[in-house]
């Protein structure tokens, strides 16, 4: 549980007095929800996050920009429920992460579903390192916490929040849920390398707009997309496998599916079937996904 007693003033953080005042407000709502009994709290933050967060964020127009320009074609009525539902699985997914212990639970006997369990199983089996691509889809840390508490030395990748204040019980609230924690950057790296080259496995998300990334498609539009997991995965012979975490009707279980690895080529070439692959999925359930972040901004 995160920390949320007030200071009287905020400690010295390269952040502003803007920042310090939005954490103790998420603080003070993190903690009520989390007084709350677990299946009242996460379908009660998807609330919050949907009616309230997501309007003073201005999620609703950019999420129909999205749409517009991936699925144009997209019914009306269509659109209006995945503005509501897009946010609410967000909020879900937030308090979940700050559910620790609880969440762990709930994922500790989730079977692995999909053709590529088979080959997951025989890496872990002969410490071969494996690199896991999921994306901003249902709850991306259900698959970290269900596979952690299998025995799978399972590491993960995280950009810190530009929030410094919020940024230290985020990283408390995910650490919470297995470990080690990459941060992005040199130490980080050095680190997160160390722990592959060892035979570890490395949970990755690869559906955001990096600014030094290749041009590939993502719904048929041009996506700024790191290569850095099929990188990694080409020069320590690591398998890359598409893993997700889908979250079901009740709101508060979850699929496990491990899609079959993808096959070794180019950095490109693998780097787009990571994208094909999630399209896929998205299109499945397209309510599950982050809509919100600006994938493809020009």
């Not at 009525?77 to 909020?91: F, K, L, T």
């Not at 500790?108 to 889809?137: C, M, N, Q, W």
């Not at 849920?177 to 690869?206: A, S, V």
Request: charged letters at 20%; aromatic letters at 10%; one cysteine or more.
């Amino acid at each position: 549980m995160a920390h949320t007693d007030t200071p009287k003033s905020p400690p010295q953080k390269a952040g502003s007095w803007g920042q310090w005042l939005t954490d103790r407000a998420i603080r003070t709502v993190i903690w009520l929800l989390l007084a709350l009994p677990y299946r009242w709290r996460v379908p009660l933050c998807g609330w919050v996050m949907a009616r309230i967060v997501a309007p003073l964020a201005g999620w609703p127009q950019r999420i129909r920009d999205n749409l517009a320009l991936t699925l144009p074609d997209l019914p009306a009525a269509q659109i209006d429920r995945m503005v509501a539902r897009v946010p609410e699985n967000i909020g879900r997914t937030v308090i979940e992460i700050y559910s620790g212990a609880e969440f762990i639970a709930r994922t500790t006997e989730l079977p692995l579903t999909g053709d590529g369990v088979a080959a997951l199983e025989a890496a872990h089996a002969a410490k071969r390192p494996v690199i896991l691509a999921t994306g901003h889809f249902g709850n991306y840390d259900a698959v970290r916490a269900a596979l952690i508490a299998r025995g799978y030395s399972l590491g993960a990748l995280y950009r810190p929040m530009s929030n410094p204040w919020f940024n230290d019980h985020y990283v408390q609230a995910i650490g919470t849920i297995g470990q080690p924690l990459f941060e992005r950057g040199r130490q980080g790296m050095g680190q997160m390398l160390k722990h592959l080259r060892g035979g570890g496995m490395l949970g990755i998300l690869p559906d955001q707009r990096m600014q030094k990334g290749v041009k590939l498609t993502f719904f048929g539009k041009e996506a700024l997309t790191a290569l850095s997991a099929a990188d990694m995965a080409l020069k320590y012979d690591a398998m890359l496998i598409p893993t997700y975490a889908i979250r079901q009707p009740d709101g508060l279980s979850f699929q496990i599916v491990v899609d079959p690895p993808i096959p070794p080529s180019t950095p490109e070439i693998m780097t787009q079937a990571l994208n094909d692959n999630l399209e896929r999925l998205i299109r499945q359930y397209p309510e599950q996904w982050f809509w919100i972040h600006r994938r493809w901004k020009p």
